[in-house]
C-alpha cells in the first residue's frame, strides 16, 4: 500500500480514492447550513380559528360600512343644502315674500306680465310622468300618498334601465276637461280631474337633460308625455292644498282674468295646481300655485 500524505488521493490495491481534507469541517459546515435554511424558512401560518374568522368579517364589513356612511353624510349634507336654503320667487306681498322653494330643477318660464293678484307666463315644452290617482278628489291624502310613491319609484329606479333621476318641483294636480288633453309637471306635481272618468291625474315634471329619452316605466300605470309650450295665468298662495282651497282660489282667478286687456283664458282650459314644497315645510313657507292657460286676445 502507498500512502500519500497529506494529499487527499492514497492508493490502496492498485485503487486511487479521494478524500476530503478536513471531514470534520465539512459535516460542520453542512449542519451549519442547515440550521440557517430553518431559521430562515418562512414560519407556518397558524390555521384561523372560526371565532377568529367572524372578528375578521365583521371588520371588514363594519370598514365597509363606514366608507359607505360617508358618502351618504356627504350626499345628505348635498341635498339638504338644497332645502335649507331655498329660493325665492319674486314676490308681490308679504304672503308671497315668507314662501320658499327648494333649490331643484324646475320648469322653465318667462313672465310676460304682472299684476297684484295673477302673473302670465310663458312655459316652455317639459316632459311629465302622470299617473291615475285613486278616489275621487285630487287631495285625499291616502290617493295621493300612494299615487306620489308611484312616481317616485319610477324616478329613483323602476324602469327599464334602473336609472336614478334627479327630484324635481313642483309636483302638479291637475283637473282636465277632455280626456285627452296633457297635462304638465315639474317642480309641481300636477294632479288631473278627467272629467269624463271622475279621475285626477298627478305628475312629476321630469329632468330636462333626458329629453324625450326618458327610461321607460316598469309600472304599467306610469305614463310619460311631453306638454307643449303654452301660456297661463298663475296665483299663488301659501298653506295646505284643500279640494275647498282649490276651489276658491280658481273662481277668484278666473274672475281677475275677466280684467286681463291683454289675454283671457282659453276655452276648455282646466285648472292645474303646483305644489313645491316637501310635507314638512312650515305651511306659511309653503309655495302653491293655481294656474289656468290662457291666450292672447285677437284684438
Known amino acids: 500500500m502507498l500512502l500519500c500524505y497529506p494529499s487527499s ?3 490502496i490495491h492498485g485503487t486511487s480514492i479521494s478524500t476530503p481534507r478536513n ?3 465539512s459535516r460542520s459546515i453542512i449542519t451549519n447550513s442547515t440550521a440557517t435554511d430553518r431559521a430562515t424558512a418562512p414560519p407556518r401560518r397558524r390555521p384561523m380559528s372560526a371565532f377568529e374568522a367572524r372578528v375578521s368579517l365583521v371588520l371588514a364589513l363594519a370598514s365597509q360600512a363606514s366608507a359607505l356612511s360617508q358618502r351618504l353624510v356627504v350626499d345628505t349634507a348635498t341635498e339638504a343644502v338644497k332645502y335649507v336654503f331655498p329660493k325665492r320667487f319674486e314676490s308681490r306681498n308679504l304672503e308671497e315674500a ?3 322653494v327648494p333649490d331643484l330643477e324646475t320648469v322653465n318660464f318667462t313672465v310676460l306680465s304682472r299684476t297684484e293678484q295673477y302673473e302670465i307666463r310663458e312655459v316652455e315644452p317639459y316632459f311629465i310622468a302622470e299617473t291615475t290617482m285613486p278616489g275621487k278628489t285630487g287631495f285625499d291624502f291616502n290617493g295621493a300618498s300612494r299615487s306620489f310613491n308611484v312616481l317616485a319609484e319610477y324616478l329613483f329606479g323602476k324602469n ?3 336609472e336614478k333621476m334627479e327630484m324635481t318641483t313642483p309636483v302638479l294636480t291637475r283637473k282636465d276637461q277632455s280626456v285627452g288633453e ?3 309637471m315639474t317642480t309641481p306635481v300636477i294632479t288631473k280631474r278627467l272629467e269624463d272618468q271622475d279621475k285626477w291625474q298627478m305628475s312629476f315634471v321630469m329632468p ?3 329629453g324625450a329619452n326618458l327610461p321607460v316605466p316598469k309600472d304599467p300605470s306610469v305614463r310619460v308625455e ?5 301660456i297661463i295665468a298663475v296665483l299663488a298662495f301659501s298653506g295646505f292644498v284643500t279640494d275647498e282651497e282649490v276651489k276658491r282660489r280658481e273662481s277668484k282667478l ?6 286681463d286687456r291683454q289675454f283671457q283664458i282659453k276655452e276648455g282650459a282646466s285648472v292645474e295646481i303646483a305644489q313645491y314644497n316637501p310635507p314638512f315645510t312650515l305651511p306659511f313657507q309653503r309655495r302653491n300655485e293655481i294656474a289656468l292657460e290662457v291666450e292672447r286676445k285677437e284684438n
Open 182 to 184: 296633457k297635462m304638465e
Open 160 to 162: 327599464t334601465t334602473k
Open 23 to 25: 471531514s470534520k469541517r
Open 9 to 11: 488521493v492514497f492508493t
Open 254 to 259: 278666473r274672475e281677475a282674468l275677466k280684467s
Open 226 to 230: 311631453e306638454v307643449p309650450r303654452k
Open 208 to 210: 330636462s337633460k333626458y
Open 98 to 100: 315668507l314662501m320658499a
